[in-house]
């Protein structure tokens, strides 16, 4: 079966600018999640949807939203980029809550330069 | 909170020597626990997991024991091999359904 989709791979964008990644899950897969990973700060994690609704929120400002659709796909998105929003950001699915017992499949990550 | 802390990289071994990775976490009440694996250019990929404490998660060669007395899951493997080289992050979760990483260990395996 198709793994978890992640477009686009690469994307290079100007500071101030705003953008858009998505994630298309494994088929029947209702739970979403994002993480940032940076050579810094590691893998962070930024947000969890579930049925289109937000259930979980990391520390990471407002510019950085999201939101799921009725077809499990979901957007993130980071307004007024910044540098030091250059990151490899992955997307996680799970069948359902609670995800440890279900598994989580990644994807392979959209890699954001900020320039 | 909850946290994990794994053994600094990176570390370099030759072909069928033992590999150990150190991991010991931080958390309340009953996590899960989880080794990832990430290729260069690529996503997380799962290596093992343990639910309860004393559960081995095992996969290709791959060990590692929930020791909830000495929280730690530590990740072994008897004989490492060249495409076993990559990134190696140990990770938990907690309730709220999101993980918590280590910083990662790299591993590079020469012949």
């Known amino acids: 079966k198709a793994g978890v989709t992640q477009t686009p791979r690469y994307l290079i964008k100007t500071r101030g600018q705003q953008v858009t990644l998505s994630c298309s899950p494994i088929?029947?897969?209702?739970?979403v999640s994002w993480y940032q990973q940076t050579p810094g700060q590691g893998l962070q994690f930024l947000f969890e949807?579930?049925?289109?609704?937000?259930?979980n929120k990391g520390n990471f400002p407002g510019r950085f939203s999201g939101r799921q659709f009725s077809n499990s796909r979901s957007e993130m998105n980071v307004s007024t980029l910044e540098l030091g929003d250059s990151a490899l950001y992955l997307c996680?699915?799970?069948?359902?809550?609670?995800?440890?017992?279900?598994?989580?499949?990644f994807g392979s990550g959209t890699r954001l330069t900020v320039v | 909170g909850d946290s994990v802390t794994q053994m600094e990289g990176p570390v370099t071994l030759s072909e069928e020597a033992f590999l150990t990775i150190n991991c010991t976490y931080t958390?309340?009440?009953?996590?899960?626990l989880f080794w990832y694996v990430q290729y260069p250019g690529e996503g997380l990929q799962l290596l093992l997991k343990?639910?309860?404490?004393?559960d081995k998660g095992s996969n290709k060669g791959f060990e590692a024991t929930y020791r909830k007395e000495t929280t730690s899951f530590h990740l072994e493997k008897g004989s490492v091999q060249v495409s076993d080289s990559a990134v190696y992050f140990c990770a938990l979760m907690n309730t709220g359904n999101q993980f918590y990483f280590g910083t990662g260990t790299s591993l590079t395996v020469i012949p």
């Open positions: 996680a699915s799970s069948l359902e809550p609670p995800g440890e017992l279900n598994g989580y499949t």
């Open positions: 949807y579930f049925s289109e609704t937000q259930r």
């Open positions: 958390a309340t009440g009953y996590p899960s």
């Open positions: 343990a639910t309860k404490a004393d």
């Open positions: 088929s029947g897969h209702r739970s």
